[in-house]
């Protein structure tokens, strides 16, 4: 049976091209480092799954994966949860606990150092992160303010008319400008006919939420300069860059930085061109704490997350979600995740049954295992380890004794932590933040234009409408001809996630 074992695992998991090393298949609780499990790089664009209980070694998994990613010459975004993943930036330190673990598998340990980039959504831990509004979009920010459906259309309505008229929203205050705007007065009259009229009970509502955004302290997060997603792309010495996006000071505020995340996903899709199969991604990018993406979302958003993720493939980008359960990501999305690598299941009350027996039902059979016991034995730092082959079939079920990170785990003693920060260009290029001529700004011009023309409709009362009309078309040509420059067609070419697929 153990030769058989082997067999069926070496004959499973044996790619011509590149592959990332996992670990060795596990028989009866005997390691066998013949039997060993790798991940063939041409498939990591058809997604994965790490899932597992708190403590089963999920951040340990995905630094794995990161360093191998990285060796091989492909950029990795990825959240530190808690801070402890910059490590990767410093040589691991032999011990007698990982050499062992290493000579179990049949491998050297050899410590190693990955290049990093590391960021932030306060600006206090890394280069400051940040998107316009125009960016984010009105599904994203809908989540993130917990709008219902009414008042996410009407925000959608806000974005088609700052779309349609070039009037860039690139902060909360040009928001809350155009809200306004077209809530009362000469605006609403203006939107009424194309758009439709805003209700001035759902334009007060909207209009607290955002305050309640800014008194959490994230307006920073919407701004120029926003992050340019061709910097996740960097290489440093034929290796990829790791871009590591530090949450631990936002934790308290999941469903920002989770949706943050999104967006920047949402922008991968629509700006990258189309690259095909290839031999390796351009990009693998991982979403940790996965279920805060889905939790209380809307149809609208997770269809659109659901096409987002069928489409970003052919871009050559992947995506590896992380959470606890399986259950955690719908049906729909998790589908499309052929790589799974799964960490034990505690099995505690009659939900946690269900929930097992519904993972073990999504593996491939096996002969070697009674695969619902052996998930709930599974000890750290092991899993249950299926994969697509480089011909799409997904592999034998293997429970795999991972390898060893070879850099550091844990955090980099803080005075590394300023060194890097003050040694990157990143950090330099989004420290400050530059405030361009945006919605705010030409509303305002527009409605100093508007108030003119009706003084003087009032100094001249007959003067006939269409000479007035087309002195405020002139006018407003004139503001709309201003120097916004390149500014202005950035902020509105890039991703506007939720009008991706929108139809008029």
């Known amino acids: 049976m153990k030769q058989k074992f082997i067999d069926a695992v070496q004959k499973s998991y044996a790619p011509k091209g590149s592959s990332i090393f996992l670990g060795a298949g596990m028989l009866n609780n005997e390691i066998l480092p013949e039997a060993k499990v790798k991940l063939p790089l041409k498939m990591m664009n058809r997604h994965g799954l790490v899932t597992g209980a708190t403590g089963s070694g999920k951040t340990r998994t995905l630094q794995l994966l990161a360093e191998q990613l990285s060796a091989e010459g492909i950029p990795v975004f990825m959240p530190d949860m808690k801070g402890d993943l910059s490590g990767m930036g410093k040589a691991g330190a032999t011990n007698a606990r990982l050499e062992e673990r290493a000579a179990a598998l049949g491998i050297e340990f050899k410590p190693s150092y990955f290049p990093l980039e590391l960021y932030s959504l306060s600006g206090k831990l890394g280069a400051q992160m940040r998107a316009t509004v125009t960016e984010f979009g009105p599904v994203l920010l809908s989540k993130i303010m917990d709008l219902n459906e009414v008042q996410s259309g009407v925000l959608s309505v806000i974005f088609k008319y700052a779309d349609d008229k070039k009037l860039p929203i690139v902060d909360l205050n040009d928001l809350k400008k155009v809200l306004n705007y077209l809530s009362e007065g000469e605006g609403a009259k203006e939107i009424k006919e194309d758009y439709g009229k805003i209700s001035s009970v759902t334009a007060g509502t909207i209009l607290r939420k955002i305050v309640v955004l800014e008194q959490k302290g994230v307006s920073q997060l919407f701004g120029e300069k926003s992050f340019d997603i061709d910097d996740l792309f960097e290489r440093v010495d034929g290796r990829g860059v790791i871009s590591l996006l530090n949450v631990s000071d936002v934790q308290h505020q999941p469903a920002i930085f989770s949706t943050f995340m ?99 039902n999504s593996f491939p059979k096996s002969e070697f295992y009674d695969i619902e016991k052996q998930f709930t034995q599974l000890g750290t730092g092991q899993a249950f380890i299926t994969v697509l082959n480089e011909k799409g079939i997904p592999t034998e079920t293997v429970a795999t004794h991972l390898a060893p990170p070879v850099s550091v785990m844990g955090p980099m003693e803080e005075k590394e932590y300023d060194e890097l920060l003050s040694q990157s260009d990143f950090y330099k290029k989004y420290q400050k933040t530059i405030d361009p001529e945006s919605a705010y700004e030409l509303l305002s011009k527009k409605m100093k234009t508007q108030e003119k023309e009706e003084e003087k409709e009032k100094a001249k009362p007959t003067t006939r409408r269409s000479t007035s009309r087309r002195k405020e078309k002139s006018a407003l040509e004139e503001i709309m001809d201003s120097s916004i420059g390149k500014q202005v067609g950035r902020s509105l070419v890039r991703g506007v996630f939720g009008m991706l697929f929108s139809k008029r």
């Open 262 to 360: 999104l967006s920047l996903l949402a922008e991968l899709y629509q700006q990258l061109p189309e690259a095909g199969d290839q031999d390796k991604p351009k990009l693998i990018f991982f979403l940790d704490e996965a279920h805060l993406l889905f939790k209380d979302a809307p149809k609208a958003f997770l269809d659109q997350i659901d096409q987002v993720i069928r489409l970003i493939r052919s871009k050559g980008v992947g995506i590896f979600f992380c959470t606890q359960l399986s259950q955690d990501v719908p049906a729909n999305v998790l589908s499309q995740l052929g790589n799974r690598i799964h960490h034990v299941v505690r099995a505690f009350t009659p939900n946690d049954v269900k929930a097992l027996r519904e993972t073990v």
